[in-house]
């Protein structure tokens, strides 16, 4: 199956952070029997609205991934996902 997933990283947070990030999203992906697809920087971006939780924060740094992958694949993502302090909100979707 296909999926995507869509991560916003504080905007604090170094772009050679963001790229450490990634390659242990990849690794985490690959290591459960998935495939990466394509990995889009958006870069920085206004949010639309303030998370409860972050009133400062204004603006993120925007990831799109795409992956294929079992059933496991996204939740073993989403389980690391939650556990970097550097992502402030995620969506994983399947695509098909």
Not at 24 to 47: A, C, P
Not at 86 to 93: D, G, K, Q, S
Request: with cysteine; hydrophobic share 30%; net charge neutral.
């Amino acid at each position: 199956m296909q999926y995507e997933a869509i991560c916003a990283f504080h905007s604090g947070t170094a772009e050679e952070k963001i790229d450490s990030i990634l390659n242990r999203f990849e690794q985490r992906i690959q290591s459960n029997g998935g495939k990466v697809g394509k990995v889009e920087k958006q870069g920085q971006k206004e949010l639309a609205y303030q998370f409860q939780n972050s009133k400062d924060l204004t603006r993120a740094y925007y990831v799109h991934l795409t992956f294929e992958g079992e059933g496991r694949t996204p939740n073993e993502l989403r389980n690391i996902i939650h556990v970097t302090e550097e992502v402030v909100r995620h969506i994983i979707t399947r695509v098909n």
